[in-house]
Structure formats: C-alpha cells, structure tokens
C-alpha cells in the first residue's frame, strides 16, 4: 500500500472515532438535558425519597386548672427513646450498659430487640427525663434515637384526682375532665419537613408545612384550697370511723358552681403503675344512695308549698309510730304534738309521713324532681348517674310515706348538694357547673333565673333547719364557730345485695348550707359503711361538715353572721340570696 493510500486510511479512522466521540457525548448531554429539563421533577422526587421526610411537630396539651389559675395537669416535655432493631442487632457488645441507663434487665432489652429484628422501630422507653436520655443517646449507638413528646403531670395528686381525671401515656384522656374534654384539651399537631440521614436521624430542618395548634387550657370552678381541707378532713374521718368509702361535694349557692369534690378511697395519678380500678370513679357522681332524713325538709317545703301547711301548724306524732298499711313507720322516741318546725329538728319520720299523705299522692315526688333529684345534674362528668325517682299514676300510701323519709329513692352526693343549694338561695336552681362560670351564668335560655322552690317557702324552711344544730337538735356537732348553720342528718340501713336492707351496715350522711343569715355554701358528707359504735349521720357525718363548712366559709372570705338577735327573714328582706 502507498504511502498516500495509508494516510488517507488513517485520516478516515481518526474522523470516524471523533464522530462517535461526539455522537456519545451529544447523547449523553442529550440525556443529561432531558433529565434535568423534562424529567426534573421525577428525579427530585426520587431523589427526596431517600432523605426527605414529614415530621409530626407535638401539640401541647392545654392545662387544666382551678378558678385561681393553680395548675391541676400540666404536660412537662419529655424524651422518648427509641431504636431500629435492624441497626443496633450489631451493638450487642453494648446491651448491658443500654439497659443499665434504660432502667431495665439486659434480657428483657435483649428479647426485645431479638424479637422484633425484622421492624424498624420499636420503642424503648417512654417518658424519660430529658436528662436521663441525653446519657443514653450520648452512647452513639447505631439506630438509637430521641423523640420529643409530652407527658401529663398533676400537681395536686390524689387530692384532685377524681376530679381532673388522668391521660394515658398517648396523653388520650381517660378519665375525668381529661376524658370529658379530651378534644378541646388535646390540640392539633403540626407538620414540618426535615432531612434524615442513612440512620434515620434528622440532620437539618427544611421548613414548616403546619404549625401545631397547642390545646386550650380549661378552668375549672373547683377551689384548690377548699379542695384540700375538703379531702384531709374526709380521709381523715374514713380512717377514724374505718369506714368503706365517703364522699363530699360542696357548692357555691349564688353560682351553681362546685368549690370542692373529694372521695375515699382515692388514687394517685401520677403513677403508671396503680392498679386498683375501683379506686378510680368519682363516687360523687357515679355511686347511689337513698338520701334518707336528708330530704325531709324538702318534703315539709312540699307540704309548706300546697298551702294545707303552715310552720307553726301541729302535728300529732304520738304515741311514736303510725300504721300505713302493714308497715309501721316509727320515731326514736314519742314527741306529741309538735310544730312542722319541730318534725325537722326531731327529724320525725311520723310526722313528714302524715304530711306527705295529705297531699296528693304524687306531690313529694314531683317536688324532689323539681330540685333535680334523680335526673342528671348537667355538669358532663363521664359515668354521671342520674339516680332513681319514681315517677307514677298510682301511689300506695306506703310509698308516699317512705319517699317522704328519703327511701326509694336514690340520688348522688352531687344531686343533693345541688338541691340544698336550691333551699340556700331562696329557690332559685342555677346550672351546677365544674367549670367557672362567667357573669351571665344565672340566666336562662330567656334571660330570666330558674325558680324552682317558692322563696318565703325557703325561708321558713331555713329556719327550720338552724334547729338541727340547735341545743335540742340531732346534729349539735354540725356548728360552725361563728356562723349560723343549718342542716340535716341521715342515717341510712344499706341496701342487701339479696334484698331488703343490712341490719348492721348504714350510710352516714349530712347536708346543711350556711351562713343561715344570707347562704353562700351548701355542703353534702357521705360516710359510707362506718365500723363500730358510731354510725349516724350526727355522729359521722355531721363534725365532717363542721370542719370542712369552717374552712370553705375562711376561704370564701365569708363575714360570721352569729350575732345574738338575728333572724333568719332578715337576708331576704334586705335583698341576700334570693
């Protein structure tokens, strides 16, 4: 081949390798134009796949507190700990100082992991100090990673638990005013996008997609000092008497609004770990009871109210019992003829029973029904009870008579409180309320006040209950220093589980208002099954209402009213309580 033949080979080689030179390199800024021009957006996402994800930003759940704006749940940050199995099944070396700052065994980490291998995500502990679980993620350990969250912290501990109520640990209420208002409580979480790296840990914040809506804070219209005096004086009388379980339930008269509401047995809400479920109702609200002598000033407002009765009409009681049907209804001792005044202060059964046969047989039990006895108090506490009232065409005499002495029927400690609340404030019925209440609160739907109970029928019957506390009265211990007060006493036989009533088992019981001479506090105690000799309401229940009574009124800042030569009229004449 000529020289001249070769280097026109040559050439034609060269020129042919430069053309697929640039054929592949238009090809590949062909490509490169296409994926960043008109496949951009797939790549991106693919891209954001891999490294960008949606966090949850908490909600911070609104507090709960008392009408002074004392904390009662509160939501403290904490961390959460937690681990993906598949990385940190290569750590094993460091177990046993994990489960060490995990307050927990190695075994029971090491099946833990072991046993969920296969998932990314596993928690292993929950609601740890932020200072306890910065030791642990300061180990480094592949897979092992911190997560904020809340958890519910109550101040006042079992002295308001039964109240407040308790979350679980997802902060869901569960019980109380943290289930019954859960979702105004709750929030709304917001939403933020980050960047993780390979170990799912988040290396930078990319922006905010939501913003969490914290919870709103609730009042309520409990009183958190009268709270307390409120559960050490009744824990302190359910030791003392051994008795099964008590309640008190106190009510501001001009408002309709719950100062205080304690039980026993109670619970500490701040532990996880409680176990005893009975201990958790609020038995002011859910538990039953027939209301006994109680309401008997309530069937002389009855019998006040028709017009048949005055207070200083006589009654015979003599000679200490009656027959109504094959049933007779007996006194503690035989007191004659006495006043319709008299039959409350003797807390004579005889006597309530010929006035609540003397008026058309269905009158007492609509009376109680127009106090709010046996219907639901309307606060929406979750379990309320709304008790028993028989409401009939046709009456026997005998159920007449015993109604007229509180037998059955059964109410709730807040019930009665609510209906002596109604006495104390001249008849009128406000909304019972375990959230503070606003100015207009005592208005109707029609701007007008609920009037329930004819307002010279509560005065009168007012002074007929400051007897009860008098010197001839069956609840002496009941008196307050330096307050008129006024009340009534009950002492119940407990119902048999077989029928009937126990002969040994009785629910002790006071309810009273004060001061008499313009009414503020109307105060409901329950002792339930007390031991031993002591077991009537005057006995139990009655120094209860004394102490706590003593304590509500320093609270409430209330003037003493026990000035010789007052009377009980004069409140009303002068424009009190009304």
């Not at 065994?105 to 046993?115: A, H, K």
């Not at 019992?321 to 007779?328: D, Q």
């Not at 036989?493 to 629910?507: I, L, M, P, R, V």
């Amino acid at each position: 081949m000529s020289e001249h033949e070769q280097e026109r080979n040559f050439s034609w080689r060269f020129y042919f390798v430069v053309a697929v030179m640039l054929c592949a390199a238009l090809a590949v800024a062909g490509r490169v134009s296409y994926l960043y021009v008109v496949d951009k957006n797939f790549l991106q996402n693919q891209g954001d796949k891999r490294v960008l994800r949606t966090a949850v930003i908490p909600a911070h759940r609104g507090m709960i507190k008392d009408r002074n704006n004392e904390p009662l749940a509160v939501s403290t940050p904490v961390t959460t700990v937690w681990a993906n199995p598949k990385q940190l099944i290569g750590m094993q070396v460091q177990w046993p100082l994990l489960a060490k700052k995990l307050g927990t065994s190695e075994t029971r980490l090491r099946n833990r992991i072991l046993g969920n291998q296969s998932k990314q995500f596993i928690y292993l502990r929950r609601h740890m100090t932020p200072q306890r679980a910065s030791e642990i993620l300061k180990m480094k350990l592949p897979g092992v990673h911190g997560l904020t969250e809340y958890r519910r912290y109550y101040p006042a501990g079992e002295v308001a638990a039964h109240v407040v109520g308790f979350t679980n640990i997802d902060e869901k209420g569960q019980e109380g005013i943290e289930l019954a208002y859960n979702e105004i409580l709750n929030g709304t979480p917001g939403k933020k996008r980050v960047v993780k790296d390979l170990h799912g840990r988040v290396v930078k914040d990319i922006g905010l997609i939501k913003n969490a809506e914290p919870g709103q804070d609730i009042t309520l219209s409990i009183d958190l000092r009268a709270q307390y005096l409120a559960y050490r004086e009744l824990l302190t009388a359910v030791k003392e008497y051994k008795a099964h379980a008590g309640s008190a339930v106190a009510i501001d008269i001009e408002t309709g609004e719950v100062l205080a509401m304690v039980n026993q047995p109670s619970y500490n809400p701040n532990n996880r770990a409680r176990k005893d479920v009975a201990h958790f109702r609020n038995r002011a609200v859910t538990d039953l009871f027939e209301p006994g002598s109680t309401v008997k000033p309530f069937t002389v407002s009855a019998a006040l109210e028709s017009g048949r009765w005055k207070p200083e009409s006589l009654v015979n009681t003599a000679p200490g019992f009656v027959k109504v049907g094959r049933k007779r209804i007996r006194d503690m001792g035989n007191y004659g003829v006495i006043d319709v005044g008299t039959i409350i202060a003797k807390s004579s059964n005889v006597g309530v029973t010929k006035l609540a046969l003397s008026l058309e047989p269905g009158a007492v039990s609509s009376y109680f029904s127009r106090l709010g006895l046996g219907q639901s108090t309307g606060v929406g506490f979750p379990g309320e009870s709304a008790g028993l009232l028989p409401m009939k065409e046709r009456w026997r005499p005998i159920e007449v008579a015993t109604m007229s002495y509180g037998y059955g029927l059964s109410v709730t400690a807040l019930q009665l409180a609510q209906a002596y609340a109604v006495l104390g404030s001249g008849g009128i019925k406000h909304q019972t309320s375990l959230l503070k209440l606003n100015a207009n609160h005592n208005l109707n739907d029609d701007g007008f006040v609920d009037r329930v109970m004819d307002k010279s029928v509560a005065v009168d019957v007012l002074a007929m209950i400051e007897k009860v506390t008098g010197d001839k009265g069956t609840a002496r211990r009941a008196r307050v220093p330096g307050y008129r007060v006024g009340g009534k006493t009950g002492t119940v036989h407990k119902a048999s589980a077989n029928g009937g009533y126990e002969d040994h088992k009785y629910t002790a019981l006071f309810a009273g208002v004060a001061p008499i001479e313009n009414p503020r506090i109307a105060l409901v105690v329950v002792v339930d099954d007390p031991k031993g000799d002591q077991y009537y309401g005057g006995q139990v229940a009655a120094p209860i209402f004394s102490r706590v009574m003593a304590g509500l009124l320093r609270v409430k800042q209330v003037v003493p009213d026990r000035v010789p030569g007052q009377w009980v009229k004069a409140s009303f004449a002068n424009g009190g309580s009304s």
